[in-house]
């Protein structure tokens, strides 16, 4: 009996100095990310990065369409201790989660390279993974069959003139319909969220949020919010009804994939389903037309950023893996060819391979670029209370007069 | 006296990683999610520095939400619908495969299988199936055109968006409670339809009288199961049609498919407003508690003792 316990006690001494030893063993860096699409090809450029720098690199991809997001899985590991050296934000609601563990990376070389980066008060906290954008894609193909040039494509009335050319040619030009458009439950993001930001940043400076301010104050302008209505109207309207109100992701992006639609309302992320699908035809983004006036630029956005955790034991490390990925060659690499990530760095000068990721490069290196804005609302605001509306006002449960009313209420009460 | 003590001992040592596991994760949970809804809980990293009481806040916010209280009352008249076509069709299915039917053993197979499919996946199959095979029907048979009109889709109304997530819970549940009727009619002995067959009783007759008095256990644990399954139902919701379409109500757009289980998710991790999601679930399981009471004091007053 004795023996069992004396064996016990020492199997367990042995147990606790191994858990012991794993808590202090602090070298080599993790980092946690929420894009599993890149997953492999980050963990195999993590590999080689710590094979040239002799610091051990972990990767943790959490996140996609369904599971733990990021946010879950930091806010499990902070409680327990191993909060991440390298971890994601997505803007301001996050930097003011983790606020006290952000440290501030104003002195590093990349912060010149870059027009995105995530700033407070002037100073750099955020790294810019990538640059996103969206817009009106469009089968080049079809615009040219229909004589429609696509820079044309700037305001409201030109919109209104070529969808309704399309629309009479569509079986000449072989279309279900002009524009795949989504507004079902689970499509709530292409509305609510995408869709919306048309109302909150078409047509303003970059950076601009007075538009959000006054909204977010209760204040709404009828005049611009007409026009958006008007716009929301004209995208439901020349959409086709079933991908409209049933359709997923997939019926939407295939619609477009398949030339069954001459335009497209989401963003460069939609490129490898292009590739996938086999789209080969010339495609390029065009303004939403949201407004009566020309408003000639896309919705473009770092829309996560990377931040170093400053209770880190391995700042440095983490601070020489991110530059790592701007100033070598690699780094570059993985950044564009491997990832296909459209790069928030004028130090890179490649361009990935999706057309529509060359797109939004093209936009934003000529500086026709609006914001994302639509952050600055909460998820709740937008998916529980704006996309309902969307969704009745696409079903034609209401029309553009009880749309603007709902939108204004909504506003007003979600100033209150 | 010393067998005795050796016993109790081995007893609890038998029984203590089952009780230290359903403490753990069943009983202190409940009673600290109990604990958080009477607070502001809201997922921030630091919610232990900042959580303050604020009654029962939570709990009439709730009860003045228009989409909880919609979706009580959807999930009301769904979980009556799911329970009467579950416990029939199994009831129906069951008597078939008890029956002697050939290859009746695959067909107690077959039936069951659905069951062992994730819901999630039952959603998004049948996702496939309202919004591509039947419309498909419709566009190649002429007789059936109707059903290709982008306004007969299942999924575009809230009646047959209810009907179809009806068809699902009850596709993926009727094979498991099948099961347990056929368990029940299995145990039904011989003789009692020998004899009323000889007094002339015909099959409805020996039915009614013989096998649904004679199975009664089985009711009550079948409608238990299925009312609070149905009650809880929130994968195939959220697969097959994700709370849509939307709807007004108390003159607020709201979605008009959203179950309880989905309200509840959607408050807590999509409006990250824990506290008032946790007070939902409180409600949720008080009202499950009470609703199974009944039933099942109900159900245990018409079984027959053999």
Redesign the interface.
């Known amino acids: 009996m004795k023996k069992i316990v004396a064996l016990t006690l020492s199997m367990l001494m042995v147990a606790g100095m191994a858990f012991a030893s794993g808590a202090q063993e602090e070298s080599g860096i993790t980092l946690m990310q929420n894009k599993p699409e890149i997953d492999a090809m980050l963990q195999e450029y993590g590999a080689a990065w710590s094979e040239a720098n002799g610091i051990d690199v972990t990767i943790k991809s959490v996140g996609g369409s369904s599971g733990t997001t990021l946010g879950q899985q930091l806010r499990a590991d902070f409680a327990a201790g191993e909060m991440p050296d390298i971890f994601i934000i997505a803007g301001i609601e996050d930097y003011r989660e983790w606020e006290g563990v952000i440290l501030d990376v104003s002195d590093e070389q990349w912060v010149d390279d870059t027009s995105v980066a995530f700033t407070v008060d002037g100073d750099v906290y955020g790294y810019p993974v990538s640059i996103e954008g969206y817009g009106m894609a469009y089968n080049a193909d079809i615009l040219e069959a229909a004589g429609i040039d696509p820079a044309t494509l700037t305001n409201l009335d030109a919109y209104r003139d070529a969808f309704e050319t399309i629309d009479g040619m569509k079986d000449e030009l072989g279309l279900d319909s002009v524009v795949s458009m989504a507004a079902s439950a689970d499509m709530g993001w292409v509305t609510a969220h995408h869709n919306f930001n048309a109302l909150l940043s078409n047509g303003l400076p970059y950076g601009d949020t007075s538009v959000v301010e006054e909204l977010q104050a209760g204040t709404v302008d009828q005049e611009r919010l007409s026009q958006y209505a008007d716009w929301v109207e004209l995208l439901f309207d020349y959409a086709d009804e079933t991908v409209l109100t049933t359709g997923n992701y997939d019926d939407q992006v295939g619609a477009f994939a398949t030339e069954r639609a001459a335009f497209l309302h989401q963003g460069n992320w939609v490129d490898p389903n292009m590739e996938s699908a086999n789209a080969d035809f010339p495609m390029g983004f065009a303004p939403h037309g949201s407004l009566e006036r020309d408003t000639n630029g896309i919705f473009v956005s770092a829309p996560s950023f990377y931040v170093i955790n400053s209770e880190s034991a391995n700042i440095e490390a983490a601070k020489q893996f991110l530059n790592d990925m701007v100033y070598t060659e690699s780094g570059k690499d993985f950044v564009v060819n491997e990832a296909g990530m459209i790069p928030a760095f004028s130090a890179i000068d490649q361009s990935p391979s999706g057309q529509l990721s060359q797109s939004v490069q093209a936009w934003n290196a000529a500086g026709n670029v609006y914001s994302w804005n639509q952050y600055q609302f909460s998820g709740e605001f937008r998916d529980q209370t704006l996309a309902p509306i969307y969704n009745r006002f696409a079903t034609e449960q209401i029309d553009k007069q009880e749309f603007m009313r709902l939108m204004t209420r909504a506003f007003e009460n979600n100033a209150e | 006296m010393h067998k005795f003590k050796n016993n109790t001992l081995t007893f609890w040592m038998f029984l203590a990683p089952v009780l230290f596991a359903f403490f753990m994760v069943v009983i202190i949970p409940f009673f600290v999610g109990a604990f958080y809804s009477l607070t502001d809980w809201n997922?921030?990293?630091r919610a232990g520095a900042t959580l303050s009481f604020v009654g029962l806040q939570n709990f009439t916010d709730s009860f003045t939400d228009p989409?909880f209280i919609y979706s009580f009352g959807f999930t009301t008249i769904y979980t009556i619908l799911n329970v009467m076509v579950i416990n029939i069709v199994a009831i129906a299915v069951a008597l078939a495969v008890t029956s002697k039917l050939r290859l009746r053993n695959a067909y107690r197979m077959g039936f069951f299988v659905p069951y062992l499919i994730g819901g999630?996946i039952l959603g998004y199959l049948w996702?496939f199936i309202?919004?591509q095979a039947i419309?498909s029907i419709g566009e190649s048979i002429g007789l059936f055109s109707a059903l290709a009109e982008?306004?007969n889709?299942m999924?575009?109304r809230i009646p047959t968006s209810m009907i179809a997530l009806v068809i699902v819970g009850s596709w993926q549940y009727a094979g498991y409670i099948m099961m347990i009727y056929v368990a029940a009619i299995e145990g039904v002995p011989q003789e009692l339809y020998e004899a009323a067959r000889i007094d002339g009783a015909g099959n409805w007759q020996q039915f009614r009288n013989i096998t649904v008095p004679m199975i009664a256990q089985a009711f009550t644990i079948t409608m238990f199961l299925t009312l609070v399954n149905s009650f809880k139902q929130f994968d195939v919701n959220y697969s097959l049609?994700?709370?849509?379409?939307?709807?007004?109500f108390m003159d607020e757009?709201?979605?008009g498919?959203e179950l309880l289980a989905m309200n509840i998710y959607?408050t807590a991790f999509?409006?990250?407003?824990l506290a008032a999601g946790q007070a939902r679930a409180v409600v949720f399981f008080v009202v499950i508690v009470a609703f199974s009471l009944i039933q099942v004091s109900y159900n245990k007053r018409k079984e027959t003792e053999m």
């Open positions: 997922a921030t990293a989409a999630l996702q309202f919004n419309p982008p306004d889709y999924l575009s049609t994700a709370g849509g379409p939307a709807t007004v757009s709201i979605f498919t959607n999509v409006g990250n407003d």
